[in-house]
């Protein structure tokens, strides 16, 4: 069972909580001290203090550089058979259909030189349509699907294409402040060409009106990066009286670091 950030995950009894007003307050300063420093940023802070709680989830040491290799004997491994046809498409895990506007995302997992990697295994996890995860810390008042669990799993091609079939996931509030909704979003989670490279990371859906307000999205504070966290339409990917489409291309890089 993959862990869910971004679920209510915090306590409001345990600090005082923070108007969207001082979150947004909070962005903004971090966001124009940003701007006037030299080095563009396109990972997202670790420590950000508008995201409460990454306080007491970032790395405290250093990463380190590791063997590759050294790591691919101890890493889990899996199998072709392991991963099922069915397995990415979250429309038919239950007896009935799910809930909600029929998506279908796609994309390339490619790496920092532009070529596909083939055979890698792409995991994501969502809400439902109304903004509910299965998980016993979501308890916000939106109904559970009962056919629709929210997790899914497929091996690249070797064009190194990965497509998902599911129902687009609502925004949902969660705890870091008072009034905060999380944008749509799906979870991704990818391997590139050795299990150091393992990224995890969300994709966002344009336009979405939540973005301006929303900590998580604002720690990517590169404009342009948090650009390419956000999927595109795709009239082409839709398909007649089927499903909408989105394309999302990701980029697994190559630094073999770990946290220890
Ligand atoms: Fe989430």
Not at 135 to 162: E, K, M, S
Not at 181 to 195: D, L
């Amino acid at each position: 069972m993959p862990t869910i950030p971004g679920v209510a995950n915090t306590s409001p009894s345990s600090a005082k909580v923070a108007s969207q007003e001082a979150i947004n307050a909070e962005i903004a300063l971090i966001a124009d001290g940003y701007e006037r420093g030299p080095q563009p940023e396109s990972h997202p802070r670790l420590d950000y203090p508008p995201y409460r709680s990454s306080a007491k989830r970032c790395p405290t040491n250093d990463l380190y550089r590791t063997d590759p290799e050294l790591i691919e004997r101890t890493a889990p491994v899996f199998g072709q058979q392991d991963v099922g046809p069915f397995d990415s498409d979250l429309t038919v895990q239950h007896l009935g259909a799910p809930i909600g506007e029929r998506i279908v995302v796609t994309g390339c997992v490619i790496d920092t030189d532009g070529r596909p990697i083939a055979g890698q295994l792409v995991e994501v996890w969502q809400a439902n349509a109304a903004g509910r995860y299965i998980h016993i810390r979501d308890q916000h008042p939106a109904p559970l699907d009962p056919n629709f669990t929210g997790v899914g799993r497929c091996l690249t091609g070797a064009d190194g294409r990965y497509s998902f079939t599911t129902v687009k996931p609502g925004p949902y509030p969660w705890r870091n402040h008072h009034n905060a909704w999380r944008p749509a979003h799906i979870h991704f989670s990818v391997f590139g060409r050795a299990f150091t490279q393992r990224l995890i990371t969300q994709m966002y859906f344009p336009g979405d009106p939540l973005f301006d307000y929303d900590p998580i999205f604002q720690s990517v504070l590169d404009r342009r990066s948090r650009e390419r966290i956000v999927a595109t339409y795709d009239h082409d990917v839709s398909s007649h009286e089927e499903h909408t489409g989105y394309r999302w291309d990701i980029v697994v890089g190559k630094t073999p670091m770990v946290n220890p």
